[in-house]
């Protein structure tokens, strides 16, 4: 069942396609939303399984992934695809008149179009603005982060987001440099890290600090925290959650929620009797997460840190 997805130079191979399908349990007549739609990979795969009776619902704040999207699949009726994002989907479900779905997907990495595309300055091996938003419309860019924020926040985000031995150096070496020329392109940024880390780890931590950017600016786990608190009330009872993060920061918040929604009880351990009178209202499926196989590796290296979880509601 893999598929692929091209535009120009571009491609967009989606991950764990099989296992998230076969998670997902479509049902020919069901309703499914991909909160992070992309460049429609899996959309596509989930579309396919559908009857006309069946509908899809596709949200993405990149306005040229979700173009791009609609070319690919957006001309079956059957399929919506909106500029929102998974923190909107009690009121897109709204203007859609869905009360509740069978099936909600989260893929929470980034695109090959997005890390791929230098203007968008995702990526530190391309040359390109500090950009980072997932809509160019972004209310705040990772430019402003790096050039106006103290150095104490600077170094807490680095620590926080990207989990980065090196974030009180970095911090002090980038406000250093912006104290003469501001820092405008990856590449300048690139060049301010690399006088401070060993060239060994160099690669390993610009993957941590461009991460730490990016989350800040697109208020990454703030979204995941929130959907993940009311997800419940949009699926059917049998319908089911998949999400597919690609860093601990992502992947512990994801398991959390699960575990927290799955438990019978969330009273203190001491309590002799249960006073919260929580009942499980979902079913893990997932006890531990499913990664990609060494042949998905290979043929995609980005799907290298994957892991997938899913959940049933009961």
């Known amino acids: 069942m893999a598929s692929k997805w091209s535009s120009d130079k571009l491609t967009h191979t989606p991950v764990l396609l099989k296992e998230t399908i076969d998670y997902l349990n479509i049902k020919r ?14 959309a596509a795969a989930i579309l ?15 306005e040229e992934a979700l173009t791009r999207c609609k070319e690919s699949i957006g001309a079956a009726s059957n ?29 929470l990495g980034l695109s090959s179009l997005q890390l791929d595309t230098p203007e968008r300055g995702f990526s530190y091996r391309f040359d390109g603005p500090l950009h980072m938003g997932f809509s160019m419309t972004s209310s705040i860019t990772a430019n402003e982060i790096i050039n106006t924020w103290p150095e104490y926040d600077l170094r807490i985000l680095i620590k926080k987001y990207g989990e980065d031995p090196m974030a009180v150096s970095v911090a002090k070496a980038i406000v250093k440099q912006r104290s003469k ?23 390993k931590s610009l993957s941590r600090i461009f991460q730490a950017l990016r989350i800040s600016v697109n208020s990454e786990l703030e979204a ?12 059917k009872p049998g319908g089911r959650m998949v999400t ?38 979902l079913q893990i499926l997932t006890p531990h997460p499913i990664i990609p196989s060494e042949e ?19």
């Not at 499914?32 to 992309?38: N, Q, R």
């Not at 998905?296 to 009961?314: G, H, M, P, Q, Y």
């Open 79 to 107: 399929c919506h695809l909106i500029s929102g994002t998974f923190s909107e989907i009690p009121t897109i479900l709204d203007t859609l008149k869905l009360s509740q779905i069978d099936g909600l997907l989260l893929d």
């Open 48 to 62: 396919s399984l559908l009857s006309e009776n069946g509908a899809l619902v596709g949200l993405d704040l990149d």
């Open 181 to 203: 020329s501001d820092i405008n392109t990856t590449t300048e940024l690139r060049k301010v890290i690399s006088t401070i880390v060993p060239p060994r780890y160099l690669n």
């Open 244 to 281: 597919i993060s690609y860093h601990s920061l992502e992947d512990r918040i994801v398991k959390q929620a699960f575990r927290e929604h799955a438990r019978n009880c969330i009273c203190p351990p001491k309590l002799p009797i249960c006073q919260c009178n929580q009942k499980a209202s």
């Open 296 to 314: 998905e590796i290979n043929a995609n290296s980005r799907s290298r840190s994957a892991k997938l979880r899913a959940v049933e509601r009961i």
């Open 224 to 235: 995941l925290a929130e959907v993940l608190k009311n997800f419940i009330n949009y699926l």
């Open 29 to 42: 007549d069901g309703v499914y939303l991909d909160g992070t739609v992309g460049l429609g990979g899996h």
